[in-house]
């Protein structure tokens, strides 16, 4: 996966692709998809959610730019992947997830592999978590447009990253909050599930 999928297809950053390297794909997938674990594409996790594919996931936390001091808000914790990743990229992950079933998979993934850097919270993660604000980055792991709250709650000189557009019709956005001001860049198309409001019980 690391060879072949990453490292051919651009990815450079060392610690990110260390970091792929260590964590267990395998144990954050269903029973029923453990074969397919490292396959070069999204897998189904239930409740009609995704684990995004090992590049995008890789992608997604080079472009970040993370040096391991920093804060970082997940918003879509799904089966905790690509928050394992995170948790040996910075200081300390902190991840909000709708829908309660994938955020107690969550826990007990990131339980088992004993990463303790990391605080889960079942919660719409549009209000993003004023109480732990500022973040240094913002990464957003489902499709929409960017929520006020999150740009509040960005740290100047702090990054917010999201696949923005409608209808499975995303591209990676990414912006850089500078002296008040938002500096907005653009990546590659992609596809997410959407951002939706409120908790799933
Ligand atoms: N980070 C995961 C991606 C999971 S898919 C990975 O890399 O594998 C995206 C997740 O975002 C889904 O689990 C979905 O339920 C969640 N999600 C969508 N809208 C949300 C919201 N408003 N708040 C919190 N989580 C949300």
């Not at 969550?106 to 978590?129: P, T, Y």
Request: hydrophobic share 40%.
């Amino acid at each position: 996966m690391v060879e072949q999928q990453l490292r051919a297809r651009g990815i450079s950053d060392s610690r990110v692709l260390q970091a792929m390297l260590e964590i267990p794909r395998h144990l954050f997938v269903p029973e029923a998809m453990k074969a397919q674990a490292y396959r070069d594409s999204a897998l189904p996790i239930g409740e009609g959610q995704t684990i995004s594919q090992p590049w995008m996931v890789a992608r997604m936390c080079e472009l970040l730019c993370l040096q391991g001091h920093e804060r970082v808000l997940e918003i879509g914790t799904g089966c905790g992947y690509h928050t394992a990743i995170l948790a040996r990229l910075c200081a300390r992950v902190y991840s909000i997830e709708r829908i309660r079933n994938l955020h107690q998979q969550a826990r007990q993934h990131l339980r088992s592999l004993h990463i303790g850097n990391v605080i889960l919270q079942c919660a719409d993660g549009c209000h993003g978590l004023p109480g732990f604000a500022p973040f240094d980055a913002i990464i957003v792991t489902a499709g929409g447009h960017y929520a006020p709250a999150w740009i509040e709650q960005l740290a100047e000189g702090g990054i917010l990253l999201i696949p923005e557009g409608e209808n499975g019709l995303h591209q990676l956005v990414s912006y850089r909050k500078k002296q008040g001001t938002l500096v907005r860049t653009t990546y590659e198309a992609c596809s997410f599930v959407p951002l939706r409001s409120g908790v799933q019980s």
